[in-house]
Every structure is written in structure tokens, then in C-alpha cells.
């Protein structure tokens, strides 16, 4: 470690714990520390300026320094800065939100706030067995997630996370969630295998799985529309209405993880939308507060919803809620955020500037490192490859991805290396044409740069 005095650098070494982090390369490469931040743009302690690329964590979707949205949380923590929803409490915030969530969302009746992606599908796993046991059915408990789903890291949903390093001397995957396959034509298709009978096969998988499991055994499926961590993966146009249809056949809950996906990412309001699915439960957090403030939401349907509500009754509580669900500062941001949605017309933005991202993007498939340019609306990926033609992929000891995104960091861009040598795009989605192609231009640069330093 260079010697780095008693800087925030090397405090930061000292006392700070970083999530999904190498702890041990920490210690020699230090932090990158944001000072502030402006529209798509976040400015380092050296006064280097970025493009944010991936939005944060794909959630800041109105970029930096929206004045109304600071406003509005201003004006909350004056009026009311802390109130909670247990035992029948409310507040006007979390009841204006949930109107507009539920009138907003495919189909949905009811919601469950919480704050976290991970608590928010969390909820979900301790609802459909809560769901299940009102309906007497104390077997019907499974969990079927995908490999390379991600849904977070709490005990539950770390379990229903498809990757890896979620798993490995965690303990986990819990007993009683699995995962079936992965829709990603381009890696797990057959020689000569169209994308509709991949998924065709797909849906086969999931009937062969709750069929061997016993369908009285299988609670939920549970699914983002478009994979985000695992690697922003689109599934094929009819995959969902393959796989609702066996849902369906053997009566198991369909569950929407919309946490990346909601808000307008792809191109439409939700993921649900871009491939007709139905969903019985939907989760929701990062852009709906734009991220600037922790909130995310389980919504059920009104089947549900009612079959809950029941059993509540019968045992005398729902017993499970956060001290924060529903925070009305967090609340009235969410609502703020929903509001400049639709008066910006966020949706005709995205699709007015996507084709900056994913027509420049595909613009380098024929680059000697790329092996698949994929993604709607404003979320994209890049996998490299070693062998084009075998689809052959780098040793992941030689960390190719996580190369390519430092030489995109002197390039002024913020992106995400992901498993498999992906590169994640996912900007906020206020993000201007021209920002994209700026973009897009740091990023060929870097790939150019990691082409040379390959040989
Ligand atoms: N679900 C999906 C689809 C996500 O992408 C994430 C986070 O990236 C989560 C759940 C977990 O959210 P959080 O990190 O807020 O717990």
C-alpha cells in the first residue's frame, strides 16, 4: 500500500468494510471517492469528472441534483420526519404512494413497503408461504429462481440469487429454493437451436423441475423480466408466456422482481409490460425514489392480497414489517419521483435516446473482443470473448471485464464488469443523446486499449 497518511483513502482502508469488494486487493488499491455529483455526472475527490454509466447501482434514474426531489424530502422531514405503519398507523405519504403504485403497476391491488430490494423479496418468499399455509396447502413452500437470477442478499434472497459468489461459504442456498435454467440464447442455446425453441426448452425445464419436485411441493417462480446482475440478459419474446403457462398448469405463484427493470429502464413503465407477463406478486426499489432515498415495495394482487388479509385475521397480525416500511421522507421522494415521471415523459426520453446506447453499442460486434451486444431501453451489455467464433471466454484469472472498465475510468466512464466478462451499461435514464455517445465512445476506446494490452 502506498503510503496514503492519515487521508480519507487510507481511513477508509482502516474502517470501512466494503460491500462486494476484494477486502484484501482494498488494501493495496484503496477507494474511489465521490465528492459530488451533477445531472449524469459524479466528480471524484481529485476533481475528476465521470459519466455515470450505471446510474450508481442502476437506480439513479433522474441523475444528480434534482431539486424536487430535495425539496420534497425537505418539506417531509419538517412536517413529519418519522412515522411507521404498524398495528393500522399511517400517513399520507405511504397512502399517496401506494394509490400510485397500484394504478401505475400490471394488475397489482395492494403494497408492502420496505427498504431494500433484498427485504422486498424477502417479503415475498414469507408471503408465499405465509399464502400457503392460509390456503392449508403447508407443502406448496418451494421457491424456483434461475440461475443467474438476481433478487439480493439477505438469508432468503441470496438463496433465490443465482450466482455463485452469493453462495460460496455463505451456507446458502437455504433448503427449498432452487434454480432452473437460464434464458440466455447466445451462451446456453444448442448448435442450430432457433431463440423460440430455446424457449420452449426453457419452460420445459421449469414443467421437468416442478414435476420432480411435485407440483403440491412448488409455491413460486420468481424472475426479472430483463436479468440485470447476471449479466442483463433478454430473455426470448416468447419465453414468458411459456413459462406463465406452466405456471399456471400447476397453479404456482408468478413473481416479477422488477427492482432494476420498473420505472421505465427498458422502455416501457415495467419489464412486465415489454413481455406480457401477469404477475401475482411484483417487487420494486432502486428508481422508485430515483435512489435518492432507501424504499422499495413487495405489491400483491388482489388473490393475494385477500387470501393474507384472511389469515392475518385468523392469526391476529401479518407479523412481519421494517421500523422503516413505508418511511414517509423516503415515501414522499418516491412520490416525487413517480410525479416527474410522468410530467417529463420519461418513457418517450428513453426511447427517444436509446438507440444512442444500443445502436452504438452494436455498432462493435465485429470488434475482436465482443461476443454479444445485448439489451433494450437503457440497459445494455457487452460480453467479451476470447474466441469469437467458439465463444470461448478469457480465463476469468486474467480479469479482462474488470480491466476494461478501469481503462473506461481514465475515459471518464462508470461502468460495471460482471461475471462472464459482461460489461454493464445502465446510465440514468435523464441521460442525454450526446452523454450517450460519449458513452459509448470512452467505452470502444477502452476496449480498444484492452485489445493491445491482451497481447
Ligand atoms: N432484485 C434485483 C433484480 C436487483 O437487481 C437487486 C439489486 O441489485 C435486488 C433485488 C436487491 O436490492 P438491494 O441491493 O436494494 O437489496
Not at 207 to 223: Q, S
Amino acid at each position: 500500500m502506498t503510503d496514503m497518511g492519515n487521508s480519507p483513502a487510507s481511513r477508509d482502508i482502516a474502517y470501512v468494510m466494503h460491500p462486494y469488494s476484494n477486502l484484501e486487493k482494498h488494501k493495496e488499491t484503496g477507494p474511489l471517492i465521490l465528492d459530488h455529483a451533477e445531472g449524469v455526472w459524479v466528480v471524484d475527490d481529485n476533481g475528476k469528472r465521470y459519466i455515470e454509466g450505471m446510474a450508481g447501482l442502476w437506480c439513479a434514474s433522474l441523475g444528480y441534483g434534482e431539486q424536487r426531489l430535495i425539496d420534497a424530502a425537505t418539506k417531509q422531514l419538517k412536517q413529519l420526519p418519522y412515522a411507521h405503519l404498524f398495528a393500522s398507523r399511517s400517513h399520507n405519504p405511504a397512502i399517496d404512494l401506494a394509490e400510485k403504485l397500484v394504478a401505475m403497476s400490471p394488475g397489482m391491488a395492494q403494497v408492502f413497503f420496505a427498504n431494500s430490494g433484498s427485504e422486498a423479496t424477502d417479503t415475498v418468499v414469507k408471503t408465499a408461504w405465509f399464502y400457503n399455509n392460509a390456503l392449508g396447502r403447508p407443502n406448496k413452500k418451494k421457491i424456483i429462481a434461475r440461475t443467474k437470477g438476481y433478487h439480493g442478499v439477505t438469508v432468503a434472497a441470496a438463496s433465490m440469487t443465482g450466482l455463485p459468489y452469493n453462495h460460496i461459504d455463505f451456507d446458502l442456498p437455504i433448503a427449498n429454493i432452487m434454480h432452473t435454467s437460464c434464458p440466455h440464447h447466445y451462451r446456453f442455446g444448442q448448435p442450430g437451436e432457433g431463440e423460440e425453441e430455446f424457449a420452449s426448452r426453457m419452460a420445459d425445464d421449469l414443467e421437468k423441475m416442478i414435476l420432480e419436485e411435485g407440483p403440491d411441493t412448488v409455491a413460486a417462480f420468481i424472475a426479472e423480466p430483463v436479468m440485470g446482475a447476471g449479466g442483463v440478459i433478454v430473455p426470448p419474446r416468447t419465453y414468458f408466456e411459456k413459462i406463465q403457462a406452466v405456471l399456471n398448469k400447476y397453479d404456482v405463484l408468478l413473481v416479477a422482481d422488477e427492482v432494476i427493470c420498473g420505472f421505465g429502464r427498458t422502455g416501457k413503465m415495467f419489464g412486465c409490460e415489454q413481455f406480457g407477463i401477469k404477475p401475482d406478486i411484483m417487487t420494486v426499489a432502486k428508481a422508485l425514489s430515483s435512489a435518492y432515498l432507501p424504499i422499495s415495495a413487495m405489491m400483491v394482487n388482489q388473490k393475494v392480497a385477500d387470501v393474507v388479509a384472511k389469515n392475518s385475521g385468523k392469526i391476529g397480525t401479518f407479523g412481519h414489517g421494517y421500523t422503516y416500511s413505508g418511511h414517509p421522507v423516503s415515501a414522499a421522494v418516491a412520490l416525487e419521483t413517480l410525479k416527474i415521471y410522468e410530467e417529463r415523459d420519461i418513457l418517450g426520453h428513453v426511447n427517444a435516446v436509446a438507440p444512442h446506447l444500443q445502436d452504438g453499442l452494436r455498432k462493435l460486434t465485429d470488434h475482436p473482443l465482443v461476443g454479444e451486444v445485448r439489451g433494450l431501453g437503457l440497459i445494455a451489455a457487452v460480453e467479451l470473448v476470447a474466441n469469437k467464433e467458439t465463444r470461448e471466454n478469457f480465463d476469468p484469472k486474467l480479469a479482462v471485464a474488470p480491466t476494461l472498465v478501469n481503462k473506461a475510468l481514465e475515459h471518464g466512464v462508470i461502468l460495471r464488469a460482471m461475471m462472464g466478462d459482461a460489461i454493464a451499461f445502465s446510465p440514468p435514464l435523464v441521460i442525454t443523446g450526446d452523454e450517450l455517445d460519449m458513452m459509448v465512445d470512452g467505452f470502444a476506446k477502452a476496449l480498444d486499449e484492452t485489445l493491445a494490452w491482451l497481447k
